[in-house]
């Protein structure tokens, strides 16, 4: 069957990245069975063959109107399509979708009607924010990280920038590159409403949310560099397990240390 990769290089490339971090996701052990989902943000390099496209699947509708997603383009993972598949072969384990122009339902164009993953509410509620807000960003993950997911079992680590000030002070590099920090959602059930508005909200202050007992969703320019921050923080976590298990509270950088850094890399918080 033909692919509309085929004559398309730049979505080939794109769609090729999302397969490697899902090949990442799944070695990290982050992506059991299902779990988790990607979507990317592909609307700029759509051609006129794929505009064209005639819908193969009947209008769905998101549940939410999203008026900054009129006409775009996404590639989403499958609903219960396993991350370990997509690796090899994204296109029969996610579909790309267009947003109507009512702006509240989508179909899906290519390659096969693979329907979208249940987090689309969320997942298209982040990047509505995203054009809102004139960011650049293309990518959105969510997935689920096992130290990080452990760490929101603990109450204390659920207020407001506990989690973020512990993680960035276990090595200087996630405060480098993680700058904004790890934003907390309460509990909420997945897939719902609730979760995609609260998830928004918090896009405002963070590039890394956490859904409480859950996982994390990560926004960024692109896929790798969601992955990343995801990853950074996920090494701070097991830094962090490390020490304990080894029987100390580690001491982390301090707070002179820490302000050190932020003034050196002219970090935004
Ligand atoms: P999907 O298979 O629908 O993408 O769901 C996975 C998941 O992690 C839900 O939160
Ligand atoms: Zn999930």
């Known amino acids: 069957m033909k692919s509309v990769l085929e004559n398309n290089p730049v979505l080939a490339k794109q769609v090729a990245e999302v397969a490697e971090v899902a090949g990442y996701l799944w070695q990290k052990g982050w992506a059991e069975r299902n779990g988790g989902n990607i979507t990317i943000n592909i609307t700029d390099v759509i051609d006129d063959e794929i505009r064209s496209l005639k819908p193969i699947s009947d209008k769905v509708q998101i549940g939410i109107c999203l008026p900054n997603l009129k006409g775009c383009y996404f590639y989403c993972k499958g609903t219960n399509k396993r991350m370990r598949d997509l690796a090899r072969w994204p296109m029969e384990n996610g579909s790309i979708i267009r947003i109507c122009s009512d702006c509240s339902s989508y179909e899906i164009v290519a390659d096969q009607p693979v329907p979208p993953t249940s987090e689309l509410p969320s997942h298209l509620s982040m990047h509505n924010y995203l054009i809102g807000s004139g960011s650049s960003y293309k990518a959105a993950i969510h997935t689920h990280p096992i130290d990080l997911v452990a760490?929101?079992?603990?109450?204390?680590?659920?207020?407001?920038?506990?989690?973020?000030?512990?993680?960035?002070?276990?090595?200087?590099?996630?405060?480098?590159?993680?700058?904004?920090?790890?934003?907390?959602?309460?509990?909420?059930?997945?897939?719902?409403?609730?979760?995609?508005?609260?998830?928004?909200?918090?896009?405002?202050?963070?590039?890394?949310?956490?859904?409480?007992?859950?996982?994390?969703?990560?926004?960024?320019?692109?896929?790798?560099?969601?992955?990343?921050?995801?990853?950074?923080?996920?090494?701070?976590?097991?830094?962090?397990?490390?020490?304990?298990?080894?029987?100390?509270?580690?001491?982390?950088?301090?707070?002179?240390?820490?302000?050190?850094?932020?003034?050196?890399?002219?970090?935004?918080?």
């Open 151 to 269: 760490m929101t079992h603990n109450p204390a680590f659920l207020k407001k920038d506990v989690l973020t000030n512990l993680l960035w002070s276990m090595i200087p590099e996630t405060r480098a590159f993680c700058p904004k920090g790890l934003g907390i959602i309460p509990y909420a059930l997945p897939s719902s409403l609730e979760l995609a508005d609260a998830t928004v909200k918090e896009l405002a202050e963070y590039d890394v949310v956490m859904w409480e007992k859950h996982g994390v969703c990560a926004v960024g320019e692109n896929v790798m560099e969601a992955f990343d921050m995801v990853d950074t923080l996920s090494k701070s976590a097991q830094i962090y397990m490390t020490a304990k298990s080894m029987g100390f509270e580690p001491t982390g950088m301090s707070a002179v240390k820490m302000e050190e850094l932020k003034v050196a890399f002219n970090l935004p918080k």
